[in-house]
């Protein structure tokens, strides 16, 4: 019955823009209307990483619920975590549209939206609005036109640590001009010393939040040492792999693929993954690192688990899978530990790394 549902609701998206159907969906999860029940997850699922206990490793990725206006809504859909953002200082309304583009034959879609969101202060308010209860990160990046970008990374860390299940530093999103400069070993060094450092700051719960950075795909290895480096060198506690990509690789002749902006869903899913599994390699053991790219299935967020992964995250695989998907994923994984006979997901982390982390980006 859910994949009727998802089908019938998917038809009727699809015949709008797709800004106007995240619109609606938004509303839809606002509204309290029980779209589709996760369920609950085994013990098998549960997962530890940075002093933080997730029900289970799957979560939403940042972009979807910009202004965190639906957290509690996306965890009710069998969400293990949900990351709201990304959050900027100030408000701002991003790129003019049209900024989002289906790829319907690829299950992928092209945004550049541009960090579009009302700011830290509604954010914040709603945040703090909410009863705690579930994993819920804080994405944060820099307005458009900051002159010292680093300092509304900072600002985002003193608003936010504390109320937040962990932070998120995105550097990553191709569609506000720069931001990615900030991943060069230079600028990375100063951002990282000065985030953490105002998380350090803190008081209490403020200071113990966990603050993970997020790379883009487009990175050679060169740049993978160097960010390995940093990330060691400043005391981070987590990465996440990947945000979109400027890249076409896996995208057959489809004229909107032309557009400009950051590329996600199935076609990222091959090059986020090796880039996961080769910083898996560098980090060792320890590092938590989120997987992201390309999970639409059971199947695909074992793959990234197997390649490196702790915790998985999607977002364009909602859009084409519709609202039971992850009910649907997370009691696949379920399944498949079941079946193998684990204990935990954990123990299978890493099987397919050296052949993941060979792969040519």
């Known amino acids: 019955m859910s994949g009727v549902f998802d089908r019938l609701g998917r038809h009727l998206l699809f015949a709008l823009d797709p800004e106007t159907a995240h619109g609606l969906s938004i509303a839809a999860l606002k509204s309290g209307v029980p779209l589709c029940a996760g369920g609950q997850a085994s013990e098998r699922l549960r997962?530890?990483?940075?002093?933080?206990?997730?029900?289970?490793?799957?979560?939403?990725?940042?972009?979807?619920?910009?202004?965190?206006?639906?957290?509690?809504?996306?965890?009710?859909?069998?969400?293990?975590?949900?990351?709201?953002?990304?959050?900027?200082?100030?408000?701002?309304?991003?790129?003019?549209?049209?900024?989002?583009?289906?790829?319907?034959?690829?299950?992928?879609?092209?945004?550049r939206l541009g960090f579009n969101n009302e700011g830290h202060e509604r954010a914040l308010a709603r945040l703090a609005r909410r009863?705690?209860?579930?994993v819920i990160g804080v994405n944060i990046g820099a307005n458009k036109d900051s002159v010292d970008r680093i300092a509304d990374y900072e600002l985002g860390v003193r608003r936010f640590a504390g109320i937040a299940s962990y932070l998120t530093v995105n550097v990553s999103s191709p569609n506000t001009p720069g931001l990615r400069n900030l991943q060069g070993r230079e600028m990375l060094a100063e951002l990282l010393s000065r985030v953490m450092t105002a998380r350090d700051a803190g008081a209490g719960e403020a200071a113990r939040t966990p603050i993970f950075l997020k790379i883009a795909p487009d990175l050679?290895?060169?740049?993978?040492?160097?960010?390995?480096?940093?990330?060691?060198?400043?005391?981070?506690?987590?990465?996440?792999?990947?945000n979109t990509t400027i890249g076409r690789h896996g995208v057959r002749n489809d004229p909107r693929a032309k557009e400009t902006g950051g590329l996600s869903g199935r076609p990222l899913f091959r090059r986020s993954t090796a880039m996961l599994a080769k910083m898996r390699r560098r980090l060792g053991a320890d590092m938590p690192i989120i997987g992201v790219g390309g999970v639409d299935s059971a199947e695909t967020a074992i793959e990234k688990i197997r390649a490196g992964a702790d915790l998985v995250q999607l977002y364009?695989?909602?859009?084409?899978?519709?609202?039971?998907?992850?009910?649907?994923?997370?009691r696949g994984l379920d399944r498949f530990a079941e079946a193998e006979g684990l204990k935990s997901l954990r123990e299978m982390r890493d099987s397919h790394l050296a052949r993941w982390a060979d792969e040519p980006l």
């Open 316 to 330: 364009t695989g909602l859009i084409y899978g519709g609202p039971s998907l992850p009910g649907r994923i997370v």
């Open 220 to 242: 050679d290895e060169a740049e993978l040492d160097d960010i390995t480096a940093e990330l060691v060198g400043n005391a981070v506690d987590g990465l996440i792999v990947s």
């Open 131 to 134: 009863r705690p209860r579930g």
């Open 47 to 111: 997962t530890r990483i940075a002093g933080i206990d997730f029900l289970n490793p799957l979560g939403m990725a940042a972009g979807y619920d910009k202004n965190a206006e639906v957290p509690d809504g996306l965890l009710r859909l069998g969400f293990g975590f949900a990351e709201v953002g990304t959050v900027t200082p100030l408000p701002q309304p991003g790129n003019p549209r049209p900024r989002i583009f289906r790829l319907e034959g690829e299950r992928a879609v092209i945004n």
